[in-house]
T-cell receptor, first 115, second 113 residues
């Protein structure tokens, strides 16, 4: 089944404890992206990647890191999480590298709470 | 910068009634427009999208939307609401290049029996 998977689905952590949220897609998509969803703000892009080893900042990149060493994986790293990073995170992928008509396919989400 | 405004953070309709969810965008060039739906505890799923061509776009589950350039709108409609339509709906806009989606704040649709 074609899908985007994320792990973990739920995570409660404490301020400053490094964490990684994994994202994997099995559709051989070039483009991957991370979003955070906050009430009343919709989804905001954190980072995106057009291809392996190519990443760029979205609208809210502060406090996050990403890497794209393999086509299928795009982990989101929080080196020193803070309470304002408590949010619902979505990974997404799409086929093209620069075509905005492509449909983005979303993972099921990771609910992160930073105490 | 592009922006998307969804009028009404919550919309409530009776089962069988018309669903109308409003979306307006700001863009200096013709955009690509999307509607996504998020069911409880799930990721977003594409309902429909407008790229070029016919301005009335039909999507899944009986939804459709009309691109009106003069009004910078892309409202989502469904003639008859079903209980299973209860979800949060997001309008999004993308420019011609870059794959970047800018989302509205979302509208939660409640369907009453």
């Amino acid at each position: 089944e074609a899908q985007v998977t994320q792990n973990p689905r739920y995570l409660i952590t404490v301020t400053g404890k490094k964490l990684t949220v994994t994202c994997s897609q099995n559709m051989n998509h070039e483009y991957m992206s991370w979003y955070r969803q906050d009430p009343g703000l919709g989804l905001r892009q954190i980072y995106y990647s057009m291809n392996v080893e190519v990443t760029d900042k979205g609208d809210v990149p502060e406090g996050y890191k990403v890497s794209r060493k393999e086509k299928r994986n795009f982990p989101l790293i929080l080196e020193s999480p803070s309470p304002n990073q408590t949010s619902l995170y979505f990974c997404a992928s799409s086929k093209g590298t620069g075509t905005s008509t492509d449909t983005q396919y979303f993972g099921p989400g990771t609910r992160l709470t930073v105490l | 910068a592009q922006s998307v405004t969804q009028l009404g953070s919550h919309v409530s309709v009776s089962e069988g009634a018309l669903v109308l969810l409003r979306c307006n965008y700001s863009s200096s060039v013709p955009p690509y427009l999307f509607w996504y739906v998020q069911y409880p505890n799930q990721g977003l799923q594409l309902l429909l999208k407008y790229t070029t061509g016919a301005t009335l776009v039909k999507g899944i589950n009986g939804f459709e939307a009309e691109f009106k350039k003069s009004e910078t709108s892309f409202h989502l409609t469904k003639p008859s609401a079903h209980m299973s339509d209860a979800a949060e709906y997001f309008c999004a806009v993308a420019m011609e290049y870059g794959n970047k989606l800018v989302f509205g704040a979302g509208t939660i649709l409640r369907v009453k029996s």
